[in-house]
């Protein structure tokens, strides 16, 4: 066998005399894999044991996050759970643990529980960057002929909503989101989809969620629309496409009536508390906050 034929059974080839292999044949430098990158902290709430959804509405829901800046929340009518993605991991941790010092927590005579879990990804980079970006936009300058129902077909495009909000006497609304997402699209795109809007103030508001913990035990959103000047659509659960999907084939159902539902209550039984009042179920179970 000649010293320069290929060595079919593993064996070192002489080396003396042949010139190198040529780069793209060259086995790779051992080195060190890089470290896997670390696990991102659990920033995920669920609420679990709803009340039917034809009881509640999306701010009413939203009226028991506080703490922090929500980057989105989904609601799940089958499994009756309402997901809440906090933008920091911190945020999701003090909001948990508010909610452990508060004992056993009702909604319209259900008793929800509450678990950390992580999310099913990280928050786009694009978000971090922007100090004032959160689900809520303020709208200044709104034209007279619109109302809080016409304002809420003109954004539902892109996402679904929370409420619309318009206080006549200062001719200024908000329309709050249940995604960052939404809203950012919607700050985008509004004035070329809604010319009526191209001289309007358009901006990135505060979340309502990003309020300290005792606007939980004074009401929060629940009284959203009690002032007679204010014109108000609360969102029903409307899963709608994003902007630019196919229309569904059946039209979306109407939102309800504005005006607060009948026995919408939220109350936080604390541990050292006398007797719940008789409105209340006894608990079956101590409440409990699960983390995993």
Not at 241 to 264: I, K, N, T, V, Y
Request: glycine share 8%.
């Amino acid at each position: 066998m000649s010293h320069l034929s290929p060595n079919i059974y593993g064996s070192a080839l002489p080396s003396a005399g042949l010139p190198p292999p040529p780069s793209y044949m060259r086995s790779p430098p051992d080195r060190a894999r890089p470290p896997p990158p670390p696990a991102e902290s659990p920033r995920t709430i669920i609420l679990s044991n709803l009340p039917p959804d034809q009881e509640i509405d999306l701010a009413l829901l939203h009226s028991l996050i506080r703490g922090g800046k929500i980057e989105y929340s989904h609601y799940d009518p089958v499994r009756r759970t309402f997901a809440v993605h906090f933008m920091y991991p911190k945020d999701a941790v003090n909001y948990i643990s508010w909610v452990a010092s508060q004992g056993n927590v009702y909604l319209n005579d259900c008793e929800i529980f509450f678990d950390l879990v992580p999310s099913p990804a990280p928050v786009p980079s694009i978000f971090l960057t922007q100090s004032n970006v959160s689900r809520k936009l303020y709208l200044g300058g709104i034209p007279s002929e619109i109302n809080a129902r016409t304002l809420c077909s003109m954004f539902e495009r892109y996402g679904v909503i929370e409420y619309v909000k318009i206080v006549w006497e200062r001719k200024c609304g908000w329309v709050a989101f249940c995604r960052i997402a939404d809203a950012f699209d919607a700050l985008r795109f509004i004035r070329q989809d809604e010319p009526v809007f191209r001289r309007s103030r358009i901006e990135y508001g505060r979340d309502d969620c990003d309020g300290g913990m005792q606007e939980i035990l004074e009401g929060g959103g629940v009284s959203i629309n009690a002032r007679k000047d204010v014109d108000i659509v609360i969102g029903r659960f409307k899963h709608l496409g994003r902007r630019g999907s196919a229309p569904s084939a059946a039209p979306p159902p109407p939102m309800h009536d504005p005006r607060p539902l009948p026995g919408s209550t939220v109350h936080l039984a604390r541990a050292d508390n006398p007797p719940l009042p008789s409105y209340l179920p006894p608990p079956g179970r101590p409440g409990e906050v699960r983390t995993h």
